[in-house]
């Protein structure tokens, strides 16, 4: 069945560094969603992509649509202590399919 | 303010009981959705519903079961055959089924006492 790959599993990065995930599909998708789940809380949606190529911007947060339409990235610049949590991607064609998510975690 | 919400927050389950957790939405949303998320996982579909007296089993059915009598209201009964319910349970609601941002309860953190 269809499924969306997400990696790293986790990502160790001193506060400023910067943080990527990544997901692939295994099929072309219609659209692509991110979310983001703070420790102990429940995913909050932060965009949507729906057109091959797309970028979006929201301040720090760069979101990629893959030419393709099967594979997505997530970067965050000088990452903050803020933006600590876990980041997930879904998509698919009817039903949406999640990726297991890519927890971001500052060094001490 | 519009919203999901699910409750109680923490339940306990003894062994052989079935125990029921309440999903409300005032969105307006005609889809709804329950989450199985286990320490450190990504999200497992138990069940959806495009519409009222209308639902489908997703990834992990076994042993849960649901209703949606009211468009606002989609409870969750996990029953004594899930033998291992002891997990982190979101419901989540969005316009339609396709193609459509969701959005999260709080959610609830079911124990085996």
């Known amino acids: 069945g269809q499924q969306v790959m997400q990696i790293p599993q986790y990502q160790h990065v001193q506060e400023g560094e910067d943080f990527t995930t990544y997901c692939n599909s295994s099929?072309?998708?219609?659209?692509i969603q991110w979310y983001k789940q703070r420790p102990g809380g429940h995913p909050v949606f932060l965009i949507q992509?729906?057109?091959s190529g797309e970028v979006k911007k929201q301040k720090r947060l760069t979101f990629q649509f893959g030419e393709a339409k099967k594979n997505s990235s997530l970067h965050i610049t000088a990452t903050q202590t803020t933006d600590v949590g876990t980041y997930f991607c879904?998509?698919?064609?009817?039903?949406?399919?999640w990726g297991a998510g890519t927890k971001l975690i500052i060094k001490p | 303010d519009g919203g999901i919400t699910q409750s109680p927050k923490y339940l306990f389950r003894k062994e052989g009981q079935n125990v029921t957790l309440s999903c409300e939405q005032n969105?307006?949303?005609?889809?709804m959705y329950w989450y199985r998320q286990d320490p450190g996982q990504g999200l497992r579909l138990i069940y959806y519903?495009?519409?009222?007296?209308?639902?489908q089993k997703g990834d992990i059915a076994e042993g849960y079961s649901v209703s949606r009598e009211k468009k606002e209201s989609f409870p969750l009964t996990v029953t004594s055959a899930q033998k291992n319910p002891t997990a982190f349970y979101l419901c989540?609601?969005?316009?339609?089924?396709?193609?459509?941002?969701?959005?999260f309860g709080d959610g609830t953190r079911l124990s085996i006492l």
């Open positions: 989540a609601s969005s316009i339609r089924v396709s193609g459509q941002p969701q959005h």
């Open positions: 969105l307006n949303h005609d889809a």
């Open positions: 519903s495009q519409i009222v007296n209308d639902f």
């Open positions: 099929t072309t998708l219609s659209n």
């Open positions: 992509l729906v057109k």
């Open positions: 879904a998509g698919g064609n009817y039903q949406l399919i």
